[in-house]
C-alpha cells in the first residue's frame, strides 16, 4: 500500500486526529515529524475520548508501530504522562512507540521562556504561542544549544542539566520570569529518564528499514499550512515546518518515500492565536460555528477564532504540499447555516488577488471576495454515504472541489469514527 502524508491545510485543527486516526488502519507504522506538544489530536473511539499531543494517533490501533521523529520537540514529563494515560486506559504502548534519538528535549525553561518572551512583547506583536515551549526549544535547536533525546542516555545528562538550567535562569531573570530548581527538576528527571530509556531509538534507521520493507507508512502533520514557519502568516506562525517538506527533515526518509498527500480542511476555518484572518467572522455566525463545533483548543482550551471557508488559503496550500485529495472535516458543523460563503480571491490595496501574500500585514488589509451558497438546514450526522447527504450539502462539497481543483475523499459529519467516510462517488 502506498506511504502516505496526512497534513493540515488551513491553521491548524481541521480535524486531524480523526482522519489519522482511519488511515491508521490501513498503515504498519505512523510517524509524527514536527512540532510538540502545542498539537492536540482528539479521537473519538467507541463513546471514549483520547487527547493526544506527542504520540501519534496510531496508537489506539492495536499492533501499529508509531514514531516520534527527529523533528518532534519531545516534552520529557508530557510524554511519560501521556504513555501512562493510554497504557491505564488498556492501550499498550511499550514496544509500540519509537522516540527519535535526534528528537530535541523540551524542559520547563522553554515554557517558562516562552510565556516570558509573550508577556514582555507588545500587545500588536504577542504570537498568542500556546506557551509550551516550543519557539524557544527549536531556537536552541537552530542556535545549536539544544539537547537531544538520546543524550538524557548517556551517564552525564545531570552536569548538562545543571549548566543548562544556569544558563537559561540568567534569560529568565532578564525578562523576570520565574526562575527553574535545577535540583527539583534533576530529581523530577532521573525518574522519567530511566522509564523513557527503553522507548529512545534511531528512529531514521528504523524507518529506512521499513521502507525498504514496503511496510505502509503514514506521516502524521501537527498544526496547518499557514502555521508552518517558512510558508505560514510569519511571524504569527509555529516554529517548525508543517508542510510537505518537513517530512523530510523531521523523519530522515527521502521524498520519494512519500507516494501521496492528503490535506484536511474544515468546511469553515479556524484560528487561534494573533494573526491575520481574512474570511473570520466576528458576529453571531462566527459564534455558531464555535459552538457547534466545539471550537476550543484541545491543548489550551482558548476559544478558536472562526470562519469562511477560503480557497485561496486551500489552492496556496494544495500547491505548497503537493495535495492529492482532500479529507473535508466538520461539513455538519455547517447543518444550520444558511447562506453559507467561500472566499475565492482577496482584494487588497485596489487589486484582486488569488494567491496569498508573503507579508502577515499585507494579509491582514486583505478583504475576502465570497460566492455565496444554499444552506441545507437539515442535520448529515447520520449521514454515511456522500449520495445521502442533502442536495444542498453535495454542491456545497463539489464547490469546495472545483474552487480548490482537487477531489474530496474523505469526509466527515460527526466526531466519532463512524461518522467519517470515503467518496465513492
Ligand atoms: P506555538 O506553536 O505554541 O509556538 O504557537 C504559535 C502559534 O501557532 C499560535 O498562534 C498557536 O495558537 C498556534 N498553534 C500551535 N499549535 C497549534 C495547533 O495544534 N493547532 C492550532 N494552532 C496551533
Redesign the pocket.
Known sequence: MANTLLL?AQ???EGKGKVVDVFSAEADIVVRYQ??T???HTIEVGGERYVLHLIPSGILHEGKTCVIGNGVVVEPFELVKEIRDLEQRGVAVRGRLLVSDRAHVVLPYHKAL?AGLEHRAAADRR??????G??PAYADKAARTGWRMGELLEDDWPETLRRRVEEKNRALRELDAPLVDAAALETAMREIVDFLRPYITDTVAALHEAVRCRRTILFEG???TM?DIDYGTYP?????NSTAGGVCTGAGVPPRAIDRVIGVIKAYTT?????PFPTELKDEVGEALRAKGREF????G?P?RCGWFDAVVARYSAAINGIDAWALTKLDVLDDIHPIRICVAYECDGRRMETVPACSRRLGRCKPVYVEFEGWRQPTVNVTRFQDLPAAARSYVKAVEDLTGLPAEILSVGPGRENTFRLTS
Not at 297 to 300: E, S, V, Y
Open positions: 493540515g491553521w491548524g485543527d512540532g510538540g502545542n498539537a492536540g516562552d504570537i498568542g504561542t500556546t506557551q509550551r516550543i519557539g501537527a498544526q496547518g502555521l504569527f506562525v509555529t516554529s517548525s484560528r487561534v492565536g494573533e494573526g483548543g484541545a491543548t489550551t482558548r478558536r
